[in-house]
């Protein structure tokens, strides 16, 4: 197992982990800024991400990557029960080497400026 954590702090431990925390700032802040260019305001994006978006986007193609699930975990008082997401690796050390690997090329990449997937085509005005 490489991580078990609160479906909260899933992303946040990922990035301490891997020791991610410059790169992961960079590609937060390059996807405000595309975000905003394509009309959004800036205090209406939420950039905490979805632990399966995450692992989506930068996990599932890691050679490393094992898989995730999801499990309940209670606490002693009812209100302290939470899910957990459980991270496995193959090799979880070469895994947030690989990570690591990842966001930093994502944000030292040329940005592109992405247009509208087709089927919004109709939904936008010209």
Same mark, same amino acid.
């Given at each position: ?22 790169? =992961? ?6 996807? $405000? %800024? ?5 009309? #959004? ?5 939420? +950039? ?23 499990? =309940? ?6 209100? $302290? %029960? ?5 991270? #496995? ?5 070469? +895994? ?31």
């Amino acid at each position: 197992m490489a991580l078990a954590a609160e479906g909260r702090d899933f992303v946040r431990r990922c990035v301490e982990l891997c020791n991610g925390q410059q790169a =992961w700032s960079v590609v937060c802040h390059r996807r $405000q %800024g595309q975000s905003h260019n394509r009309g #959004w305001a800036p205090e209406l994006e939420d +950039f905490t991400w979805l632990e399966t978006a995450f692992c989506e986007e930068f996990l599932k193609d890691l050679t490393w990557f094992g898989a995730m699930d999801h499990e =309940w975990r209670s606490g002693p008082r009812p209100e $302290q %029960g939470g899910f957990w997401v459980l991270l #496995w690796s193959k090799d979880p050390r070469r +895994f947030w080497w690989e990570l690591r690997e990842g966001l930093e090329r994502e944000g030292s990449s040329p940005q592109i400026p992405q247009e509208a997937p087709p089927w919004l085509i109709w939904l936008s005005p010209r």
